[in-house]
């Protein structure tokens, strides 16, 4: 299951990974599905999609029975082919400062990552633009994008964003300090 807007060729596609299983959000006690536990007046998807949203881009949100980040991040590539590169965001991630998406987005270029660095730490989320696309289509498995760093210059965003880093991963994590 997926979603998205209408994509513009000249700017980046934000891919918002939704896909995986949230286990060690459930083994840590937690109630329901990491994506649906609930943060202030909505869930942690939404606070997501809502950041995402503010930045105005065009997104997409990559859903479904995916095995790992791998194959979510290809499935998302293929669903937004025809762009100027991808953004990818996690669906855990709700903290991410819409400013910090905007920032990563403007220093996106064709032959390089663009990361968010927060207190000396590559955060979220990443873009890679439009020469990282058959490399982000061959993904599958649990490894996510990291390895393609090497492919191409790496252009660090500095920002000040706890969010970049803050994702849910137990229910602890659902208070932003």
Same mark, same amino acid.
């Given at each position: 299951?997926?979603?998205?807007?209408?994509?513009?060729?000249?700017?980046?596609?934000?891919?918002?990974?939704?896909?995986?299983?949230?286990?060690?959000?459930?083994?840590?006690?937690?109630?329901?599905?990491?994506?649906?536990?609930?943060?202030?007046?909505?869930?942690?998807?939404?606070?997501?999609?809502?950041?995402?949203?503010?930045?105005?881009?065009?997104?997409?949100? @990559?859903? %479904?029975?995916?095995? +790992?980040? $791998?194959? /979510?991040?290809?499935? &998302?590539?293929? #669903?937004?082919?025809?762009?100027? *590169?991808?953004?990818?965001?996690?669906?855990?991630?709700?903290?991410?400062?819409?400013?910090?998406?905007?920032?990563?987005?403007?220093?996106?270029?064709?032959?390089?990552?663009?990361?968010?660095?927060?207190?000396? @730490?590559? %955060?979220?989320?990443? +873009?890679? $633009?439009? /020469?990282?696309?058959? &490399?982000?289509? #061959?993904?599958?498995?649990?490894? *996510?994008?990291?390895?393609?760093?090497?492919?191409?210059?790496?252009?660090?965003?500095?920002?000040?964003?706890?969010?970049?880093?803050?994702?849910?991963?137990?229910?602890?994590?659902?208070?932003?300090?």
């Amino acid at each position: 299951m997926s979603s998205h807007i209408t994509l513009s060729k000249d700017l980046p596609c934000v891919l918002i990974l939704a896909a995986g299983r949230g286990e060690r959000f459930l083994a840590s006690g937690g109630s329901t599905h990491k994506l649906a536990a609930a943060l202030g007046n909505s869930t942690v998807l939404e606070a997501t999609l809502a950041a995402v949203q503010a930045s105005g881009l065009p997104w997409h949100l @990559e859903r %479904g029975p995916h095995p +790992g980040m $791998g194959d /979510s991040i290809a499935a &998302g590539v293929a #669903a937004c082919p025809d762009v100027d *590169g991808w953004l990818i965001v996690l669906g855990d991630m709700p903290f991410i400062l819409p400013s910090s998406i905007e920032r990563v987005t403007a220093a996106m270029v064709d032959d390089a990552v663009s990361v968010p660095v927060q207190d000396g @730490e590559f %955060g979220h989320p990443v +873009g890679f $633009g439009r /020469s990282f696309g058959s &490399g982000l289509l #061959a993904l599958s498995g649990d490894r *996510g994008a990291r390895p393609l760093f090497k492919q191409g210059r790496v252009v660090e965003v500095l920002v000040d964003d706890p969010g970049v880093l803050w994702d849910i991963d137990v229910p602890e994590a659902l208070v932003f300090k």
